[in-house]
């Protein structure tokens, strides 16, 4: 199934293939926590960015691995290239268009012992 998505502003827009009905992770991290991110990761062959690739800033810290990806317009974050699997995507689910998701289910994650957890989440893509 193909669902779309993008930020508030709409000058970034992507399509992402997954099932109808998505397993979430929803992570207690600082910056997952803050934003009220639930994460659908997915290989990057699954993720194309349909527009908006000049209207995105980036921000990384701690490791840097993770590329944060924000709409330098409205400040969204609809995805971005996640720590667990740098090779794939975590899109937000709060940010796809309704009408494809038919069923979710939210999975705790601790990001706040991070290398604790960081396997349950590497088998995703």
């Known amino acids: 199934m193909v669902h779309t998505g ?3 502003c709409g ?3 992507f399509e992402v293939r997954a099932p109808a009905e998505l397993e979430l992770h929803e992570c207690n991290c600082s910056i ?3 934003s009220g991110y639930l994460h659908l990761i997915v290989p990057a062959d699954r993720f ?3 527009r908006g690739s000049g209207s995105l800033t980036e921000y990384r810290f701690n490791t840097g691995v993770a590329r944060h990806l924000f709409c330098s317009v409205c400040g969204v974050k609809s995805f971005y290239v996640p720590r667990s699997n740098p090779d794939g995507y975590s899109i937000n689910f709060r940010c796809l268009d309704p ?3 038919q069923h979710h289910r939210i999975v705790p994650f601790d990001g706040r012992n991070w ?3 960081a396997g349950a989440l590497t088998h995703l893509i």
């Open 6 to 8: 993008g930020c508030h």
């Open 11 to 13: 000058a970034v827009r």
């Open 32 to 34: 997952c926590a803050t």
């Open 48 to 50: 194309t960015l349909l």
């Open 99 to 101: 009408g494809t998701v």
């Open 115 to 117: 290398e604790r957890a």
